[in-house]
């Protein structure tokens, strides 16, 4: 099993030609963060704004023990229902164990993203210490 991070094919494209990227935690989106369908209208409306500023808006969250950095409408779906959350501190054990869901906090998503070269993030709120 490979541990790399996966980046979603619009987000390392906007990355290769350097437009801006935004990287979003999972949790607020996941059923741990709001209830469905509020999830869902939440999402929408986040990544509308994002786009409106013409940006490219980039979920982090853990698939099947992949980190992932931008995702795909499947994927989603997948994370509007998540229930395990991912901190930082947590991407070893979900990647070890291959997770098949993991959503992220405020302190993996920033990991992740800064990872990939993302330097601007946003989150609906900080819950605990990061």
Not at 5 to 28: C, H, K, M, N, Y
Not at 60 to 71: A, N
Not at 85 to 112: E, F, M, Q
Request: proline share 5%.
């Amino acid at each position: 099993m490979s541990t790399a991070i996966r980046v979603g094919d619009e987000v390392a494209t906007a990355l290769g030609e350097g437009r801006p990227v935004v990287a979003l935690e999972s949790t607020i989106f996941s059923n741990l963060g709001l209830p469905a369908p509020d999830n869902l209208e939440a999402h929408r409306r986040c990544t509308g704004a994002i786009r409106g500023v013409g940006a490219v808006p980039a979920l982090t969250c853990v698939i099947e023990g992949v980190p992932r950095v931008g995702i795909t409408e499947a994927e989603l779906e997948r994370v509007l229902e998540g229930r395990a959350k991912v901190a930082a501190r947590d991407l070893p054990v979900a990647v070890g164990r291959g997770w098949p869901v993991g959503v992220t906090t405020v302190s993996a998503s920033v990991a992740l993203s800064s990872v990939v070269g993302i330097e601007v993030f946003a989150t609906g709120g900080i819950g605990g210490v990061h």
